[in-house]
């Protein structure tokens, strides 16, 4: 999962963000062992490939920006890592809590605001 943050850090472009975003949440879902969760991520996953998913995520993104993708995002998920490694489940949730809602108040200022 560590590999998987890294990689956020060193996205280049909003496409490599977008790849490195889905990794990271596809190994979160592969170590919990949750088969429903991988099995829902994994239909994100796919649907990541669809125009609306990509118009959203680039009307999203393109207001956020590769900075606060490689900066805050990975922060985010450096800090659910960090909880996971840790054995702390109530701070990989509320760590991920934190991550969803920021994700959500970004999707809501790009739907709200003008392209």
Do not use: K
């Not at 990509?54 to 993104?61: H, I, K, P, S, V």
């Not at 920006?65 to 900066?71: E, L, P, Q, S, T």
């Amino acid at each position: 999962m560590r590999d998987r943050v890294a990689a956020g850090r060193r996205a280049g472009d909003h496409a490599a963000c977008e790849r490195a975003d889905d990794a990271f949440h596809q190994a979160i879902a592969e170590v919990t062992r949750n088969p429903v969760l991988i099995a829902l991520l994994r239909h994100f996953s796919g649907t990541r490939c669809r125009s609306v998913w990509q118009r959203e995520w680039d009307r999203t993104y393109r207001r956020v920006g590769v900075d606060a993708f490689r900066h805050v995002h990975s922060d985010q998920h450096q800090a659910i890592v960090d909880a996971i490694a840790a054995g702390d489940a109530e701070a990989a949730r509320r760590e991920m809590a934190g991550h969803l809602a920021l994700v959500r108040q970004a999707i809501r200022a790009a739907s709200s605001g003008p392209d």
